[in-house]
């Protein structure tokens, strides 16, 4: 017969912590509510199982960098042209397009919301479990270059691989040397057909051969971003300026 006084330690073990620290109150209620022994364990199980849940979404939200507060909650699609609550509702409810490694393309001016609508499909996305990181396309530039300085650029972009979306936030703005765009276009040759990648940009692709080296470079980076890919062009005013505008007004 197993020890019952071992019980701790085998959950311990077994690293069912919830069901560690619940057993005894839920034996209480099964007992009072004459529950079959499957009954109790099964609500064991959905306790353990639900904490897990949790844990997992806490880890995702964590490791996602998202920025705070600019969740689809916030987001004011009244005023803006081009995309709509659905269109980024459909992107978050049927993450298809995920799975399949496609990527979307956020274009517009400064100001009229792109970064705070990649946050939100970004949170959307996490909340769905799925692994997201949001980083400004200089920073990740910045961290590939030191990556390949050091050698281990091959090795930075496998680790990436664990998130399935990659956010690069603003790739209008990455400095053009030569090392900078070689990196860009490692990631994104890396990342094609294998993770999605979230781009926000205020150029148009006509404009992006100042983002690359060359242009065959910006022709085949461009390629391989578009050839499954959503993009959407948000128009309207700047969000930013309106916002500022209206504070400047009322403190008249
Ligand atoms: P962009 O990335 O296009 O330059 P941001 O997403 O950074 O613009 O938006 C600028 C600021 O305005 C941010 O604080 C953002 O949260 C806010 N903002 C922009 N558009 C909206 C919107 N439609 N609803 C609510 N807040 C917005
Ligand atoms: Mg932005």
Redesign the pocket.
């Known amino acids: 017969m197993a020890n019952v006084a071992a019980l701790p330690i085998m959950l311990k073990s077994l690293r069912l912590a919830c069901i560690g620290t619940h057993w005894q109150t839920l034996a209480k209620k099964a007992t009072a509510e004459r529950w079959v022994p499957e009954h109790y364990l099964a609500e064991l199980c959905a306790m353990e199982l639900a904490t897990r849940e949790d844990k997992r979404l806490q880890r995702y939200h964590k490791e996602s960098g998202l920025p705070p507060g ?1 969740t689809l909650a ?4 009244s ?2 042209e081009g995309v709509s609550l659905q269109q980024i509702n459909a992107l978050i409810q049927n993450p298809h397009w995920v799975e399949q490694g496609e990527n979307l393309l956020l274009f ?1 001016a ?8 990649a946050s939100s499909i970004g949170y959307g996305l996490v909340e769905a479990g799925i692994r997201v990181k949001f980083s400004s396309a200089t920073h990740m530039v910045q961290e590939l270059q030191q990556a390949k300085q050091n050698l281990g650029l091959a090795e930075a972009l496998v680790k990436l691989d664990k998130f399935t979306v990659l956010i690069l936030d ?1 790739l209008g703005y990455v400095k053009k040397t030569a090392q900078e765009t070689s990196v860009l276009f490692e990631l994104i040759a890396h990342r094609y057909e294998r993770g999605t990648l979230i781009i ?1 940009s ?1 150029q148009a692709f006509k404009d992006w051969d100042y983002l690359f080296d060359d242009s065959i470079m910006t022709v085949a980076a461009i390629d391989r971003l578009v050839h499954h890919a959503t993009i959407m062009n ?1 128009e309207g005013e700047s ?2 300026r309106k ?1 500022s505008l209206k504070r400047m007004t009322s403190a008249q």
């Open positions: 600019k916030s987001f004011d699609f005023a803006l517009g400064s100001g009229i919301g792109k970064t705070h609508l603003d926000t205020n948000c969000y930013r916002a």
